[in-house]
């Protein structure tokens, strides 16, 4: 380790500590109402016996499943779409009003909806991921696919190439750029999407289980689970980051 | 091998791109194109290559048959290296190749050849942002003679090129056209370049661009760009086709 990678760690566990210490010593002596705030000893505590617990982990597997299938269902389903548009722009204006009323909406407002027709079961949950994830992928896909160099096009064309050719040589490989940030903002849409959610109805999932200990004022609980989602969250962004280096080592 | 006959040329069918061009290149020849930017140069290059379409009734015949996209006559080489950044110098070379439906690992074999043939030996598995512009041309260059096309269409191939390195490239087009006698066709705005290259240098006027000289190339080959500094005839040449540009300019001003 560097020293100076070294002693920024030094600096966050010291602010951290600080912190939670402030937090803990406010609890204790009554500065800090512990039934709204909660304290750091007492998510600890909570955290020790959630992660044995076989709950903690079905509800996780729930919430990962809802997210992964709506992110692979949406952002296949909006790179399709893209490339149709891209290939025919009429069809892309005439859409065009329809694709940005349903952009606009406050997503999250279809979950009621949602949980009429899909059930408090997994399904609401993958279709409202799905509906966040698409619109982001869609608009990146349009733009990588757009973006991709002239000079690449012109000269492929000379060649004669056919049009799968195109697509799978210079369009495709060209739009991976644009079109991969747009896959990572996509998943943390779906994640958002999922556990949104799930707080507001659902079985299962660890929305479901945050809501539940915040309406029985399990306040330790609930910063618990938040430390969880976002733990997952991280470990989202750091499997994008992976993938991202495997396929765009080239830049 | 090109053969243009009182080509006219418009886009919104008022003016003129192109006006009552008469064009002939023989096969084995190298003709370079000059003019002011603007002139339909590039676009006499792309309706050779098939990317600009043909308008009904006008002749324009390459190879003996009407332009076409993917000819197996012609390759096409453009300003830019136009190389694909997630692909190795040597499937960039080979690219043309396996579009024209060439075996990957025979269109490899190729490349690699051409890739040493053009002084890039060993750089087979760079990535083009590991390598310098006027190697990313040279890149170019091998994926464009890689194909066996007896005619090529090069756009201000070396446009792009600071000026040493241009005279290196320009050099290695030399040995590359006097070893494999093709054709080409090279589009230039830089007179010195077209004369050094060419056996016949034609000069085209500023919008609507016509054919106002062709003038003959009369060094004898195989030429190397640097005795050709203190060649005499090599400026005679220069000053004769700059003249007749500077004539284009004024009637056109006139």
New interface residues.
């Given amino acids: 380790m560097k020293a100076s990678t070294l002693l920024n760690f030094v600096r966050h566990a010291l602010f951290v500590s600080l912190l939670i210490g402030l937090w803990e010593w406010g609890a204790r002596t009554g500065f800090i109402d512990q039934s709204f705030v909660g304290s750091p000893l007492g998510i600890a505590t909570f955290t020790v016996n959630n992660v044995s617990d076989l709950r903690l982990w079905g509800d996780l597997g729930w919430t990962m499943f809802s997210v992964l299938v709506s992110f692979s269902i949406g952002a296949s389903a909006a790179i399709a779409t893209g490339l149709a548009f891209v290939t025919w722009p009429k069809l892309e204006s005439f859409c065009e009003p329809y694709v940005n009323a349903l952009n606009v909406l406050p997503r999250i407002a279809l979950v009621p909806l949602f949980i009429l027709w899909f059930g408090l079961g997994v399904g609401s949950k993958i279709a409202m991921g799905v509906s966040l994830t698409f619109f982001i992928v869609l608009s990146s896909t349009i733009a990588g696919m757009r973006g991709v160099s002239q000079d690449h096009v012109t000269l492929t064309r000379t060649l004669g190439a056919s049009s799968r050719q195109m697509f799978f040589w210079v369009t495709l490989p060209g739009a991976v750029p644009v079109l991969f940030s747009g896959l990572r903002l996509g998943i943390v849409y779906a994640f958002l999407g999922v556990v949104g959610a799930e707080v507001i109805a659902s079985e299962r999932g660890l929305g479901q289980q945050l809501s539940y200990l915040a309406s029985t004022f399990a306040i330790d609980g609930v910063w618990s689970l938040l430390i969880d989602l976002a733990l997952v969250g991280v470990l989202i962004m750091k499997s994008m980051n992976w993938l991202e280096r495997r396929l765009l080592h080239w830049q | 091998m090109i053969d243009i006959q009182k080509l006219h040329l418009s886009f919104d069918g008022l003016s003129d791109v192109l006006s009552a061009i008469d064009f002939k290149l023989d096969a084995g020849e190298f003709v370079a194109v000059a003019g002011p930017s603007g002139c339909g140069k590039t676009t006499l290059l792309n309706l050779c290559?098939?990317?600009v379409e043909l308008p009904m009734g006008q002749h324009l015949q390459v190879a003996g048959a009407l332009p076409?996209?993917?000819?197996d006559s012609?390759?096409?080489m453009?300003a830019?290296d136009?190389l694909?950044?997630?692909?190795s110098a040597l499937d960039n070379a080979a690219?043309?190749l396996k579009?024209?439906g060439m075996a990957v690992g025979e269109a490899r074999d190729r490349a690699a050849e051409m890739l040493k043939r053009v002084g890039l030996g060993g750089f087979e598995h760079a990535?083009?942002?590991a390598l310098s512009h006027g190697m990313r041309q040279r890149v170019a260059l091998a994926r464009t003679f890689a194909m066996p096309a007896p005619l090529l269409?090069m756009d201000e191939p070396f446009g792009a090129l600071d000026a040493q390195t241009k005279l290196q490239l320009q050099d290695l087009l030399l040995q590359l056209c006097q070893e494999s006698q093709r054709s080409v066709l090279f589009v230039t705005h830089d007179l010195s370049e077209a004369v050094a290259l060419a056996d016949r240098v034609v000069i085209m006027s500023s919008r609507p661009g016509r054919i106002i000289a062709d003038v003959v190339v009369p060094m004898a080959r195989p030429r190397s760009i640097r005795e050709l500094q203190t060649n005499s005839e090599f400026h005679h040449t220069y000053t004769q086709v700059w003249r007749h540009l500077e004539e284009g300019w004024t009637h056109h001003e006139g």
């Avoid at chain 2, 076409?68 to 000819?71: R, V």
């Avoid at chain 2, 694909?84 to 692909?87: A, E, L, N, R, Y």
């Fill in positions: 290559a098939g990317l076409q996209l993917g000819s012609v390759a096409y453009l830019r136009s694909f950044p997630w692909q690219f043309g579009v024209r990535l083009p942002k269409l």
